[in-house]
């Protein structure tokens, strides 16, 4: 486990500096600097961890313009962890310069009390419905008085209210059991995006499992940890294990790639957590070794893309499953998308951020999906869903985005 404030040149000299990974980097992509590839930002931190430099502006700026996608760990042929430095680091910058008081607020006060977050989900998703939204957005004032806070209004879901799966529930396998699976509901997928949980749930039913959803878990803490609260997040980590009986059960199930990640990662955070890691399973990852496949017999008519989350296919190496699912329902006209490995640019609250840069590659990533010619995109992240759906109306392109588990449910017998 890599510890803030302490070398690690280890993982520096894994880096041979070949510069394979420079045209998989979104920032080194539309930037050109070397300062903003991966190569660059690895040479900061070493030079940082020998004393060579500081903590300058500058240096943090080449820090958080990262968006953690991990593509540059997919492209390195000598197994970098980049993504272990790079969140490292950020914490090692937050002890120095303390993180923006509103990350602390809602990463350390908000994120990890479920309760809280399902108030908060609530506020934003009535300030929408009420109408509210569309009179602050007629008026213009927000963009004249708060340029900054109207970027974020803007990006903000189009989520309805919608029930997610109880905590402290249990939902009893169809036919013959297979076996016993966990699932974890997150804090986005079980507040803003329920139906997505629960359509997840009754194909793991289907698929013959039995499934329980643990009371005491809460939020996963990627964005803390993205965000350098590395203290708050090895907190959540604990607490998640523990809510966890992981020796009884076949698999603990996620079904948002950016969580799924992060949980995956727990030991990196702390002790004890190997055997918890160690079931983690994307529910793609899982179902496509199931007997789902004869249960898919509604046809459904359209010319469907995959788009690969990142934290999926670079931080779990899932690539080939959730094709493998989609392909299988009836009716569907698979479409693979040019560049569908790289990032959209959302990278939790990046485009909030960065909102710049996260834009242009937003805007890269929708010229491939126009070409594409699709009318559903899939994609297994709430990150992902929301920036894809901005990114639809930003371009004028009619485009449905939903979860993979939406479509596999839609075809259900």
């Not at 989900?121 to 300030?127: D, F, H, I, T």
């Not at 529930?169 to 059991?177: L, Q, Y």
């Not at 990627?222 to 809510?243: F, I, P, Q, Y």
Request: charged residues 25%; aromatic residues 8%.
């Amino acid at each position: 486990m890599v510890k803030e404030g302490t070398k690690h040149p280890e993982l520096y000299l894994d880096c041979v500096h070949c510069g394979l990974c420079l045209p998989s980097c979104p920032t080194y992509r539309v930037l050109g600097t070397e300062m903003d590839s991966p190569r660059g930002r690895i040479y900061l931190m070493r030079a940082y961890d020998e004393g060579r430099t500081k903590i300058t502006e500058s240096f943090v700026e080449h820090m958080f313009r990262c968006l953690d996608c991990r593509a540059c760990e997919t492209a390195c042929p000598s197994g970098v962890h980049f993504g272990e430095m790079m969140e490292s680091m950020r914490a090692e910058i937050v002890t120095e310069r303390s993180a923006h008081w509103l990350s602390r607020l809602v990463l350390k006060h908000v994120f990890p009390y479920p309760w809280r977050f399902d108030l908060a989900s609530r506020a934003l998703q009535l300030y929408r419905q009420s109408g509210f939204q569309g009179f602050v957005r007629s008026t213009g004032l927000l963009e004249r008085l708060a340029p900054k806070v109207a970027m974020a209004e803007a990006l903000m879901p189009e989520a309805e209210i919608e029930s997610g799966v109880a905590l402290e529930s249990f939902h009893r396998a169809e036919g013959r059991k297979q076996g016993t699976v966990a699932f974890f509901t997150g804090c986005v997928m079980n507040s803003m995006m329920g139906s997505i949980n629960q359509a997840s749930v009754r194909l793991l039913t289907a698929a013959g499992y039995d499934v329980v959803v643990p009371g005491n878990q809460i939020c996963c803490g990627a964005l803390a940890n993205h965000a350098g609260l590395r203290d708050t997040a090895r907190e959540m980590a604990g607490k998640n294990v523990s809510a966890f009986d992981a020796k009884d059960l076949d698999a603990i199930i996620i079904n948002a790639a950016g969580c799924g990640a992060m949980l995956k990662e727990y030991p990196v955070l702390i002790g004890g957590a190997e055997g918890f890691a160690s079931k983690v399973q994307d529910i793609s990852e899982f179902l496509a070794s199931t007997r789902i496949y004869d249960r898919l017999r509604i046809p459904i008519e359209r010319r469907v893309g995959y788009d690969d989350p990142c934290h999926l296919i670079h931080g779990q190496g899932v690539k080939a499953q959730p094709r493998m699912l989609l392909k299988s329902i009836p009716g569907i006209q698979f479409v693979e998308i040019e560049g569908a490995d790289q990032c959209c640019g959302s990278a939790g609250t990046y485009n909030i951020t960065q909102n710049e840069l996260s834009m242009e590659i937003l805007d890269r990533k929708m010229i491939s999906i126009r070409k594409a010619n699709i009318e559903i995109l899939a994609t297994g992240n709430p990150g992902c869903m929301f920036q894809f759906r901005y990114g639809a109306r930003r371009a004028g392109i009619s485009l449905e985005v939903v979860h993979p588990v939406e479509l596999l449910a839609r075809s259900l017998d």
